[in-house]
């Protein structure tokens, strides 16, 4: 496969920008290969500065439910594009949003757009200890919760992806109201709670966390955060960032039926804009400012370009069936890599949730993040590019999940799983 064209421009882009991308897992440094420069999408393809076109499975690292330009989010964006770009004063369109999450999820009964997950989770816990007048935050090793710097401790996705517990420039102090727990371990959460429980301001969670492959809660874990935060008089937040939307319209609370005092969002709702929000119970979101004395804003926020693509995307998201039918095709690819694996001899978990899949290198189950630390990454890396080289968009990190899109159809999943036998022949020992 020829990629001259995206190294051409990686090397232009190395002398101006910090490894020369701007986020840092796109640089496919840990799988030893170089960022693909994308022209163009369509569908659940991506085209690449070269003319190659790949299957995506990235799907822009989550938003892209739909696949890539549906005409419905295009069109939006394109008729509200002519009334301006952004005005620094309402629209209605902030008010539909809102609406829609509200409605979405029973347990957000006010909310606050802004422009990233990180701002989210960011204010989720700024407003968090506000609220409680606590300072002690709870988070699970492996779960990333965007790049604040309370929340830079034991993260998945790119600081596991570099293997680096924390982040310099991120002051002790900062840190040191912030404890990890194992992630799907309730006796030491029960511990924690039990010694600290009056201090603790908030606990956040991804409810199913898909920054470190992908791992299911464990039945009773979820539970467990609930009822000891609600006995303590903690917040439990639930960053369902890329869970929102993406596992159930409802977002994963609705899928294992419990109600969090707080939810961030983003990802999908921008439908591929920069949108993030949380939102909760209403007694907690008046304290926001201008309605309450905690401080959040942002000149961009609740811009009409970015609101217009997620009110065009959860429109579609409402279609019947629309989940169902996205469950089948993700299971239908997980059972083929499995299947492929198993075929080569090699030892593989696979783990799903919804259109969310991971799938580990190793023979034994991976409920945590130090179970995803000791898989095969070489192994995984190997896989990777031979998946690229046939045309294969995979995530460029064992900790990150993959997922699947309404544009897949079952001849896409289908061509990824034949390349995925042949790969795997290749890894065979
Ligand atoms: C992606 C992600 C974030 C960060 O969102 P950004 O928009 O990248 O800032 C936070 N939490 C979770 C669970 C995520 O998956």
Redesign the pocket.
Known sequence: MNRENSKKLFVRALDIIPGGVN?PVRACKNVGNEPTFIDHAQGCMIFDEDGNGYIDYIGS??PMILGHSHPSVIDAVSSVLKRGTSFGAPTDLEIILAEMVVDAVPSIEMVRMVN??????MSAIRLARGFTGRDTIVKFDG?????ADALLVEAG?GVATLSIPGSPGVPKSFVSHTLSLPYNDIDSFIEVMEKRGENIACVIV?PVA??MGLVAPKHGFLETLRDLTKQNGSLLIF?????GFRVAYGGAQSLYGISPDMT?L??IIGGGL?V?AYGGRREIMEHIAPQGPVYQAGTLSGNPVAMAAGIATLTQLKAPDFYDTLDKKADRLLSGLVNAAEKAEINVTGNRVGSMLGLFFTDREVLNFDNAKTCDLEMFSAFYNGMLEKGNFLAPSQFEALFVSAAHDTEHIDTTITAAKEVMQGLRK
């Open positions: 986020s690292w989550g990233s997950g990180t701002e989210a989770t779960c990333y919760h965007g790049h996705s991804e898909g920054n960053d369902e960032v890329m869970t961030c983003g990802k920069p993030g």
